[in-house]
């Protein structure tokens, strides 16, 4: 409870110095400090975007919910109801119904979808896991199988998807077994690295309006540049490699899962990265942004000496993305994995130790600094060094 007060407080001054910028004047008809988010970025041509917890969306006693994803963003991501378990938890029998009301809440809003996911090995059914498992599934069926359900799927919501993740989080991480950069995975496992242009391929025969994405983790900046183990290296090669097969991949979407107690990167290295995407034709995006703290004894206690720094971190962070994404033009949309702690997964997911504090909203829907910074560098970005959107068309 002392953590949540110290929060509210904090929320007080915050919107209280929000409020106390350039008054409306003739001169000056509209305080940019109060405009939303998504208004903001459409300066930019830029798109930001939430993931969205349809259970939240539909409750009709935390209105708050629904009210701040209609008025802060310009793009939706299902959270979960696009994941393969829960589109079609029975073989052949799909659940489109909390998709489509996403897809509906959308469009009474005016806002873009981003398709959330086509292929994963995480939160697939067990009818298909068990089924390979025990061999009643084979290598051929099991390529089938997928390329049924990328097609249905992409053909169920052919004309309302901006944006695909087609295929997401295939690469290992350094410090997996092997610790040299592979490709990982339910997918890659029973069918080989081949599924992944497959994936694409389906896709696009299945929506030729599309934009697809490639999206994962640990892709924010380059490192060593050996693909052995400089993850973002890998991800480069890959993507070359399909354009050079003709595979129509469109764009790069880095997830920005970032935690204040790691080093993390600067904007420049971020810029640098996504410009070497844009150098081979691909848009890119920034997908699934949160910041994570650890949830220490004294954070929860409510103690400013642990608390603040870990939101100024955070701010900070949330700030490298969305500048280094705003100075590339090929940048397309800035995506928050959730908006509110009240909503956020991080709590449930890193638990030892806790972790928290990972979105731009406290639980009582309250805006924290990485909120009011986020607004700031949207503002105060430009010309000469920013300039509007160049638009990416499907590859054909």
């Not at 929000?18 to 939303?36: F, L, N």
């Not at 068990?130 to 199988?145: F, K, M, P, T, Y």
């Not at 496992?189 to 030729?208: K, V």
Request: charged fraction near 20%.
């Amino acid at each position: 409870m002392k953590l949540k007060r110290w929060l509210a407080a904090s929320a007080v001054v915050l919107a209280t110095a929000a409020v106390a910028g350039t008054p409306a004047t003739a001169s000056h008809p509209v305080d940019p400090a109060q405009q939303s988010l998504r208004t903001l970025g459409l300066r930019h041509d830029l798109y930001i975007g939430t993931a969205v917890d349809m259970a939240a969306l539909a409750d009709t006693a935390d209105p708050q919910y629904r009210a701040t994803v209609s008025r802060e963003f310009s793009t939706v991501t299902a959270e979960n109801v696009m994941k393969w378990e829960s589109l079609e938890p029975t073989r052949g029998t799909y659940n489109w119904a909390p998709a489509d009301e996403l897809i509906a809440f959308a469009k009474r809003n005016n806002q873009r979808v981003r398709g959330h996911v086509l292929v994963w090995q995480n939160q697939l059914p067990a009818w298909l896991t068990d089924g390979v498992n025990d061999g009643s599934i084979d290598a051929a069926e099991l390529r089938q199988i997928l390329r049924d359900h990328i097609t249905t799927v992409v053909k169920h919501f052919k004309g309302k998807i901006w944006q695909w993740d087609v295929v997401n989080e295939a690469v290992s991480d350094p410090w997996d077994s092997p610790p040299t950069l592979h490709y990982k995975g339910f997918w890659a496992e029973h069918l080989g690295d081949g599924y992944i242009a497959d994936a694409f391929r389906w896709a696009r025969a299945a929506d030729p309006g599309a934009l697809l994405f490639y999206n994962d983790y640990n892709i924010e900046a380059f490192g060593s540049g050996d693909p052995a183990d400089d993850k973002t290296q890998f991800v480069f090669d890959m993507a070359k490699a399909l354009l050079r097969d003709g595979v129509p991949i469109d764009g790069i979407g880095s997830q920005g899962h970032l935690g204040t107690q790691y080093g993390n990167y600067d904007t420049f290295q971020v810029a640098a990265a996504l410009k070497r995407f844009a150098g081979l034709g691909l848009a890119t995006a920034f997908t699934e942004v949160d910041v994570r703290s650890q949830m220490t004894a004294g954070v929860q206690a409510g103690d400013s000496n642990e608390i603040n720094p870990r939101l100024q971190a955070s701010a900070g962070n949330y700030s490298v993305l969305l500048r280094a994404c705003l100075a590339d033009r090929h940048c397309l949309s800035f995506t928050v994995w959730g908006f509110t702690d009240k909503h956020s997964w991080v709590p449930t997911w890193f638990t030892d130790p806790p972790e928290g504090l990972a979105t731009i909203y406290d639980e009582n829907y309250q805006p924290k600094r990485a909120y009011q910074e986020m607004k700031a560098d949207l503002i105060y970005s430009g010309r000469p060094y920013v300039l509007p959107r160049i638009p990416q068309k499907p590859r054909r």
